[in-house]
């Protein structure tokens, strides 16, 4: 058996595999309206902003390549004290965090912030997959919240303990 293929079948089928197949601007578009925002804006940086149960925040950002797209996600303040300490935990939660979200923790030292980090490649990439990605992020980003505030917890707990064994009867929140 032969088959021959004809140009305008050719044709329809490069239509529909580019339909499926989704440039990044379409990609993100089609992903804020699935996500209820209509008109999804980029800001002069090429990030969108998206706000999940009105506290967690992730930012789509368009990376320079026109096949990549960036999430990121502030999760708190560097502390001023145990520096040492967050660093290696921070360390520790990035490969936890990366097997399990496809994510990385970062450092933005310019803010003194700890952020969580993921790039996507939306070539060969449809709007289910993208959805994916960003439902997998954003529980990424809720597992270092919780383990962030969990470790803060201890830290004012640990300072607590050791005000309290020096005599004094000052207990801070």
């Given at each position: 058996?032969?088959?021959?293929?004809?140009?305008?079948?050719?044709?329809?089928?490069?239509?529909?595999?580019?339909?499926?197949?989704?440039?990044?601007?379409?990609?993100?578009?089609?992903?804020?309206?699935?996500?209820?925002?209509?008109?999804i804006?980029?800001?002069?940086?090429?990030?969108?902003?998206?706000?999940?149960?009105?506290?967690?925040?992730?930012?789509i950002?368009?990376?320079?390549?026109?096949?990549?797209?960036?999430?990121?996600?502030?999760?708190?303040?560097?502390?001023?004290?145990?520096?040492?300490?967050?660093?290696?935990?921070?360390?520790?939660?990035?490969?936890?965090?990366?097997?399990?979200?496809?994510?990385?923790?970062?450092?933005?030292?310019?803010?003194?912030?700890?952020?969580?980090?993921?790039?996507?490649?939306?070539?060969?990439?449809?709007?289910?997959?993208?959805?994916?990605?960003?439902?997998?992020f954003?529980?990424?980003?809720?597992?270092?919240?919780?383990?962030?505030?969990?470790?803060?917890?201890?830290?004012?707990?640990?300072?607590?303990?050791?005000?309290?064994?020096?005599?004094l009867?000052?207990?801070r929140?």
């Amino acid at each position: 058996m032969v088959l021959i293929l004809y140009p305008q079948f050719l044709a329809k089928l490069k239509s529909e595999l580019q339909d499926y197949i989704m440039n990044r601007d379409t990609i993100i578009r089609e992903l804020g309206n699935r996500l209820g925002i209509k008109d999804i804006q980029s800001d002069s940086e090429g990030r969108c902003y998206l706000l999940f149960d009105e506290t967690l925040e992730v930012f789509i950002q368009k990376g320079r390549e026109k096949n990549i797209v960036y999430f990121e996600s502030n999760i708190d303040e560097l502390p001023n004290q145990n520096k040492e300490e967050i660093y290696f935990k921070i360390l520790k939660h990035s490969l936890l965090l990366f097997k399990n979200f496809d994510a990385v923790v970062a450092i933005d030292k310019d803010h003194d912030k700890i952020q969580l980090f993921s790039v996507v490649n939306v070539n060969n990439t449809n709007l289910n997959d993208l959805e994916i990605a960003l439902e997998k992020f954003v529980n990424g980003v809720e597992t270092l919240n919780k383990w962030y505030d969990s470790w803060k917890t201890q830290q004012s707990i640990k300072q607590s303990v050791s005000l309290n064994s020096s005599g004094l009867n000052i207990i801070r929140p």
